[in-house]
């Protein structure tokens, strides 16, 4: 089992305990033992059922840990209540708040949320946050925007970037994130985004939108949105790719060519939108020619029949197989995001670019990409061992 956060009930359902651990199964077992410092506790022996929520990192488990305490209140998470060593998350009483991990002696009138049991995870987890809500943390308000502000890591109010509301209105989705606040700060946020698309603002729209997936992805058993905001970030993209459409060739024969399309949402395999071709304009194995065809079919589709378009579309190709998809598309007067994946290294190829881009062979981001590329693959093979079956009357 995985890392994540459980929840000890009373055979009446009350909320006794919220803990989170590394592996799962390992960590609830521990509790029982004889000598474990639980069994010391009285309250171990009233725990009758036991619930958990798998995530993809210990910085999900600790947000969503500190979420669920707050949330519950379950009243023997007190072990941490009155420990000065250990750190806490401190925002400042400013005009543009700071935000940053302190270990206070006294508490100021600023802000604090904890304590937290490992530093390094703190900082993971307001890592995490920082991606989905943009914040200051220098001491000093620099004269020009820093390293953070280029790495979409800072909104620069130290440049007159932001308003002081603005501001004001994202630290105020921290505090409800590490407060618990789940519904309350969905709320917010879907009422920023309707009222918004009501004033046709579609780009600030898409904006929420997007902060709106990444947050649901932290209180989510097993979350895929890591991935997805790491894609986003390491592209460049504009809006995180929460629908992608990857497109793959299998021509062996001329006659036998085909074309699919595999589509993912929210980093999972939506097999109903799957499509696939036949081949029928191109007679001799060109491989260019026949990306063409599928993307002006499936494209010109979804425009006729209005549906909604991906925010990103693979290429199981190079730099050549990347232009030519952008250039049916531009026909269409479709302005997607298009990046090829080479086979021979695993390059990333984008449609203005000489060079590839190259991920490093570890990034969840590459991984994603590479799931994709193999799923469209996969589906296109199939297909075309179907007609080469039916053609040999197997």
């Not at 981001?365 to 589906?379: G, K, V, W």
């Amino acid at each position: 089992m995985v890392c994540g956060v459980y929840v000890m009930k009373s055979a009446a359902g009350e909320v006794l305990y919220i803990g989170k651990a590394s592996l799962l199964q390992k960590r609830v077992k521990s509790h029982f033992l004889r000598n474990s410092s639980f069994k010391k506790e009285f309250f171990i022996e009233n725990v009758k059922d036991i619930d958990y929520i798998e995530c993809d990192t210990p910085e999900q488990a600790l947000i969503l840990e500190a979420a669920l305490i707050q949330e519950k209140k379950p009243k023997y998470n007190i072990a941490l209540r009155d420990n000065k060593s250990y750190p806490y998350i401190e925002i400042t009483n400013e005009d543009f708040p700071r935000i940053f991990i302190s270990r206070p002696r006294n508490k100021s009138k600023n802000t604090f949320f904890g304590p937290y049991p490992k530093v390094k995870t703190v900082k993971s987890a307001l890592g995490l946050i920082r991606t989905i809500f943009p914040y200051r943390s220098c001491r000093i308000m620099p004269k020009s925007a820093c390293l953070f502000y280029h790495l979409k890591l800072c909104q620069a109010p130290c440049i007159g970037n932001i308003s002081t509301k603005q501001y004001r209105d994202s630290v105020v989705s921290i505090c409800r994130i590490l407060k618990g606040e789940r519904s309350e700060l969905s709320r917010y946020l879907k009422n920023q985004m309707a009222k918004l698309s009501a004033n046709q603002n579609f780009e600030e729209a898409a904006k929420i939108r997007d902060r709106l997936s990444a947050l649901e992805g932290i209180y989510k058993g097993k979350p895929k949105d890591h991935q997805i905001v790491s894609l986003k970030e390491t592209l460049n993209l504009r809006h995180l790719p929460l629908i992608i459409e990857a497109i793959d060739i299998s021509s062996f024969l001329p006659s036998d060519a085909t074309g699919s399309v595999v589509v993912f949402r929210d980093g999972s395999a939506d097999k109903n939108n799957y499509r696939r071709y036949r081949i029928k304009e191109v007679k001799a194995i060109d491989d260019y020619a026949m990306i063409a065809e599928v993307v002006r079919r499936r494209y010109s589709r979804l425009l006729a029949e209005n549906r909604k378009l991906p925010d990103l579309v693979i290429i199981d190709g190079g730099k050549g197989h990347v232009q030519i998809a952008r250039a049916e598309l531009s026909k269409l007067k479709v302005f997607l995001p298009v990046i090829g994946i080479a086979k021979r290294n695993e390059e990333i190829w984008l449609p203005d670019k000489d060079t590839p881009l190259i991920i490093p062979k570890d990034s969840s981001s590459l991984h994603l990409i590479q799931r994709i590329r193999d799923e469209a693959h996969r589906f296109a093979r199939k297909y075309h061992l179907i007609l080469r079956r039916k053609k040999s009357g197997l």
